[in-house]
C-alpha cells in the first residue's frame, strides 16, 4: 500500500492507493492488510506507522525527509523533567514528533483533533503540549485550558505572516480563507473574530483533511489557502470549477518534496528503506497514538 501526504508532489499523489492528512494516514495505516507500506512522507509518519503495524514492514522512499517541528521539539531529558515536575499533568506530543517523543507522552494529536484531545484530558491536569506553539496556542484558545507550550514551529506554516491574509483579505473579499491551524496568522485570525472583524462563515482554521471536506460542502467559488502549497493541487483536482489561491507562493516544504517518483520506484523496486522502532518504544509510544486514534472515533 502506497500512502501519501496532502503535500506531496502530484505525481506522488495520482498514483498513491490513499492520500490523505496526518491523522487520516494514520488511521489507514492502522487498518490496512497490505504486507508492506510504503510512506511517502516525511520519517516520522513512517515511524508513526511502523508503531502501529509492528507486524508489518514500513519504507519510506528518502530517510532524510524529516521534519522542521521534529527538529524544534524538545529533547527527551526536558519533557522527563516537565513530567518530575508535574506528576499528575499529562504530555499531548503532536504527530510530527519522534517516536522516542511520542513514547514520553500520554497522548498523541494532529492539527485535526488537537482540540478534542485536550478537552478529552481531565481539567485539573497540567498539559504540556509540544511542539508547535501555534497549534498549543490554537486549541489553548478554543478550549480555555491553560497549556504549557513548546516553543517550536512548521518553517513553512511560520512563514505564513499575518500581514499577507490581510492583503489577500482585501484582494479576495468574496473568498473563503481556510487557514491550517499552524500557522502564526491564527492568531490574527481569532482577534479579528473575537472583533467581529470578520465572518466566521467566511474564514475557518482546519487541517488539510478538514480542508477538503469543507471545500466539499462550501457553496463558495474562491478560498484562499494557507498551508503548504501541494494541498491545493489536492483541491483543484477535487473541485476544478472552483479558485484556490495560495497566501504563499512559496510555501513550500522541502522535506515532503524529496519523495519523487524514481526514489519511489526504486524503494518498491528493492524494498528500501525500511523504517524500524524498537518493541520498548513502540510499545510505550503506541498508547498515545491509540489514544488519538480512539478520541476520532467517538
Avoid at 506507522?49 to 522542521?68: H, M, Y
Avoid at 498523541?108 to 485539573?124: F, H, K, L, Y
Avoid at 473541485?239 to 513550500?252: G, L, N, S, Y
Wanted: charged share 25%; net charge negative; glycine share 4%.
Amino acid at each position: 500500500m502506497i500512502l501519501a501526504h496532502n503535500y506531496q508532489i502530484p505525481q506522488i499523489q495520482d498514483i498513491a492507493d490513499y492520500v490523505g492528512d496526518s491523522l487520516a494516514l494514520s488511521r489507514a495505516a492502522s487498518e490496512t492488510e497490505a504486507e508492506v507500506i510504503v510512506f511517502c512522507g516525511v520519517y516520522f509518519m513512517a515511524e508513526t506507522a511502523a508503531i502501529v503495524n509492528p507486524s508489518k514492514r514500513v519504507l519510506i522512499p528518502d530517510q532524510s525527509a524529516g521534519c522542521s517541528l521534529v527538529e524544534s521539539s524538545p529533547d527527551i531529558q526536558r519533557v522527563r523533567e516537565w513530567k518530575l515536575k508535574h506528576p499528575h499533568g499529562a504530555v499531548v506530543a503532536y504527530v510530527n514528533t519522534t517516536a522516542e517523543i511520542k513514547a514520553e507522552s500520554d497522548y498523541c494529536c494532529t492539527s485535526a483533533n488537537a482540540v478534542e484531545v485536550v478537552n478529552s484530558i481531565p481539567s485539573d491536569k497540567d498539559i504540556l503540549f509540544i511542539p508547535d506553539m501555534f497549534l498549543g496556542a490554537y486549541a489553548q484558545s478554543v478550549t480555555g485550558r491553560k497549556l504549557d507550550l513548546w516553543p517550536g514551529e512548521c518553517h513553512v506554516h511560520a512563514g505564513i505572516r499575518p500581514e499577507e491574509v490581510t492583503k489577500l483579505r482585501r484582494e479576495f473579499p468574496k473568498a473563503e480563507f481556510l487557514i491550517h491551524p499552524e500557522c502564526s496568522c491564527v492568531s490574527l485570525y481569532l482577534y479579528h473574530l473575537a472583533n467581529n472583524d470578520i465572518s466566521n462563515d467566511r474564514s475557518h482554521i482546519l487541517s488539510t483533511g478538514g480542508m477538503m471536506e469543507h471545500v466539499k460542502s462550501s457553496r463558495s467559488d474562491e478560498f484562499v489557502v494557507a498551508t503548504e502549497t501541494g494541498m491545493l493541487y489536492r483541491l483543484r483536482k477535487m473541485q476544478p470549477r472552483k479558485m484556490f489561491v495560495p497566501v504563499r507562493e512559496d510555501a513550500t516544504c522541502k522535506y515532503m518534496k524529496m519523495i519523487t517518483i524514481e526514489n519511489l520506484h526504486r524503494s518498491l523496486r528493492d524494498m528500501v528503506y525500511e523504517v524500524r522502532v524498537s518493541e520498548e518504544t513502540s510499545s510505550r509510544a503506541r498508547v498515545a497514538i491509540q489514544r488519538m486514534l480512539d478520541i476520532d472515533k467517538e
